[in-house]
C-alpha cells in the first residue's frame, strides 16, 4: 500500500555533509508528519528530526544547527541535509511517515528499511 524508501546514505569523512532523501509512494490519500530516525550499532532507535505537514520543525539536540529537514509536499518527499557530520552520527537512518491511504481508514505508522551513515577518515 505505502512504502517509505530512502536514498543518499554512504560514507563521508568527519566535517563533510550528506543529503538523504524520502519518498513515500503508493496509495495515499494524505501524509501527516514524516521525520527521521537514526540507530547505531548497540543503541536504541533515536529520533533525529521531524516535519509536520503544515512545517512545524523538531530537532533532537545532538543534530541541533547542523541537520536540516525538509518536506516537498507535491513530491510525498522528506529531505535532511546533514552538515558538520561527525563520526558519532554513524547510524543507519530511517524514514518514518504517519500516512492515509485511504479517507476511509485511519492514519498508520511507516518505516523505511534504513540507509546507512559512515562518519570516517
Known amino acids: 500500500q505505502v512504502q517509505l524508501v530512502e536514498s543518499g546514505g554512504g560514507l563521508v569523512q568527519p566535517g563533510g555533509s550528506l543529503r538523504l532523501a524520502c519518498a513515500a509512494s503508493?496509495?495515499?490519500?494524505?501524509?501527516?508528519?514524516m521525520g527521521w530516525y537514526r540507530q547505531a550499532p548497540g543503541k536504541e532507535r533515536e529520533l533525529v528530526a521531524t516535519i509536520t505537514s503544515g512545517g512545524r520543525i523538531n530537532y533532537a539536540d545532538p543534530v541541533k544547527g547542523r541537520f536540516t529537514i525538509s518536506r516537498d509536499n507535491a513530491k510525498n518527499t522528506v529531505y535532511l541535509q546533514m552538515n558538520s557530520l561527525k563520526p558519532e552520527d554513524t547510524a543507519v537512518y530511517y524514514c518514518?511517515?504517519?500516512?492515509?491511504?485511504?479517507?476511509?481508514?485511519?492514519?498508520?505508522?511507516?518505516w523505511g528499511k534504513g540507509t546507512p551513515v559512515t562518519i570516517s577518515s
Open positions: 503508493g496509495m495515499i490519500f494524505s501524509i501527516n508528519s
Open positions: 518514518n511517515g504517519f500516512i492515509r491511504y485511504s479517507v476511509l481508514v485511519p492514519v498508520n505508522e511507516y
